[in-house]
């Protein structure tokens, strides 16, 4: 064995540097894809509070974040690098999927190790393409919402899977098409095929939220569709906000029913 993934898993977590998230998310992959990955767990996982960002781009509240116009290259860029900020949350927040809970068959933690390789690739790309913009990653703020949530769910896998691939992650099922038909129109060819390459794989990553979140509560015996609400609502009331894209939720494991609670809840009163 050339490694272990939790070993990895804190490496990774635990540096703050861009460079080396992306080496190593990549090289735990390659490990894992040539069964050169040892997945037993020893001891217990270090706290939410230990993982590490780089001090670029500084973190603020969303209301903060300036509005650009996207016909302008100061907007591409803006919504290139808020795009590229999610990106490189999503990496951390795929290793802490795998790293924070422990137990678990072997198929959960070499899928939320694939979702940390794809989402460092999704990130690398966003960046390329705000460097040929003249930009960078780290130039603007960017918010932390999606970690808050991490640290927020971090003591229970379903409360996990719930909150942050099927209700945060899952808002960009609802608004990347947008943004691609944006990007579309202002003729900026070069950035629709990245957010249309991330769209397709974030399908999936939200399907795999749903897959897991739906056996950990058949081995509770408890109602998904129920416990899914339950946890909305005691740690996001009041933020489901449609409109939803439905075509790609039920690609991604949502039921009818599900979206139509959403799209209730969601709805002015």
């Known amino acids: 064995m050339t490694g272990n993934v939790y ?34 767990a020893e001891g217990e996982p270090l706290p939410t509070g230990f993982a590490r960002f780089p001090e670029r781009p500084p973190r603020v509240d969303p209301r903060d974040l300036p509005r650009r116009g996207i016909n302008t290259l ?15 949350s999503a990496i951390q927040l795929a290793w802490d999927h795998l790293y924070r809970f422990r137990g678990l068959p072997e198929g959960y933690y070499r ?29 603007l703020p960017a918010h932390g919402g999606l970690w808050s949530i991490a640290e927020e769910t971090a003591y229970d ?15 960009g099922l609802d608004v990347t098409p947008g943004m691609i038909e944006r990007l579309r129109q202002a003729g900026d060819a070069r950035s629709v095929e990245a957010l249309e390459r ?4 974030e399908v999936g990553h939200v399907a795999l939220g749903s897959r897991w979140f739906q056996w950990v509560c058949d081995q509770r015996g408890i109602d998904p569709e ?9 740690h996001l009331r009041g933020q489901a906000r449609g409109p939803f894209n439905l ?7 949502f039921s009818d029913r599900e979206l139509e609670r959403l799209a209730a809840a969601g709805s002015p009163q």
């Open 74 to 88: 100061e907007g591409r860029v803006a919504l290139l690098h808020a795009v590229a900020h999610i990106e490189f």
């Open 157 to 171: 896998v379903a409360a996990r899977m719930a909150l942050v691939p099927r209700f945060m992650e899952a808002r």
């Open 226 to 234: 129920g416990e899914y609400f339950a946890l909305v609502e005691r």
């Open 7 to 40: 070993t990895y898993a804190e490496r990774c977590l635990g540096s703050p540097d861009v460079e080396t998230k992306l080496a190593l998310s990549h090289e735990a992959w390659q490990a894992c894809l040539a069964d050169e990955l040892d997945f037993g």
């Open 111 to 139: 899928d939320w190790l694939r979702v940390a390789a794809e989402e460092a690739e999704h990130f690398a790309l966003v960046r390329q393409r705000l460097r040929e913009l003249g930009a960078d990653y780290g130039e």
């Open 247 to 253: 075509e790609l939720r039920r690609r991604a494991g």
């Open 198 to 201: 991330i769209l397709h794989d």
